[in-house]
Structures are given as C-alpha cells and as structure tokens.
C-alpha cells in the first residue's frame, strides 16, 4: 500500500473516552499505521492527546491545534453555543490547513468529526480529494411515533428538524462534493446520512 500524507479534521479527537472524540481518536490511530497523519484539532484536546503519546508514541502522526480567538472561547461555555463554535472552528482549520499545504502537498483531506450531515467542512474547498465521513445525524423519529411522544420530546423533534432544514439553506453546506458514497451502517434516515468519497480538482 502507498503511503499517503492524509489531512484530518477532527473537532473531538480525545483517547480514553466515548461519542465523537473516541471516533476522531480510533480513526487517527488506525489510520497511522498505514499513513503519514496530520490532524486539526481543538486545543482543549492538548492535554489528553498529549498525555496518551507520551505513554504510547505513534511515529506517522502529528497534532496541529487550533481553536477560535480566545474572545469567542466563550461560545462554548456549557456546551449551549457549541453548534456555533464548531461551525466557525471550521472556518479557522480550514485556514491554517490552506497554509499547510504548499508546504507539505497533501494527498488527500478526511472530515471526521462532528460525524453529522448537517454542517460542512471547508476542507473540502482544498485542491485535493476529499473523505467526508463516517458521517451521520440524519436521525428522525417518524410522524407515525409523534402520538407516543410527550410534549416535551415533540418539541425536541420539532426542533431537530428544523435544524437540519436550515442547515440545508447553508451555500457552504451546498458546496460539499458528493460522489461514491461510503456507507456507515446503521443507514440514516436522511439522504446524505453517509460517508463520502470526492475527487476535487
């Protein structure tokens, strides 16, 4: 196998946990054995990150950490902005991944994580093939089941919805390449809910 120089963005890149961050991590680890790894993470993964490669080094891999001006830090406080503050943490990866490259010349970029549909990665604007996925968050409970919910859980879905639809109308969401799809079972229930394979350039 050719060894490539793979560009990953992984928002929640952290060892030792759960959800999203134990997604970026497994998926930066696997594919370290096979490749040369530069990862865009947040700084607040520093010191998880750094405390795991001190214990156990991996040679083909290397953090880079960003993370938005310490004045915008706060939208993320208790998680209630959080949707925001990863959508404009894409914006400052994509940034310094556009640094990067004349010097480095990936091969290929891989959005990782958040692992949902509705939000784009601006990775994929870089002249190289792009990987979009896993991908998921297309999730819907079917208008059939709304009777069984409680208000409070048809608000939820209501809202769920909404989100998604609006996310929808984002021309950045509109400008992510769509070709040979990479299934991630189980299927979604949203077109789209899948990983993706692009070529750019």
Known sequence: MTELKLLISAYACRPHEGSEPNIGWSLVQELAKTHQIWVLTRANNQPAIAAELAAHPIDNLQVLYCDLPQQLQKLNQGQKLVHLHYYLWQIVAYRLACRLHPEISFDLAHHVTYVRYWSPSFLSLLPIPFVWGPVGGGEATPSGFWSELSGRERVYELLRVGIHRLSELDP?????????????????????????????G
């Open 172 to 200: 950045f969401w509109g400008l992510r390449p769509v070709a040979a799809p990479l299934p991630t079972p189980p299927p979604q229930i949203r077109p789209g809910a899948c990983g993706v394979w692009a070529q750019n």
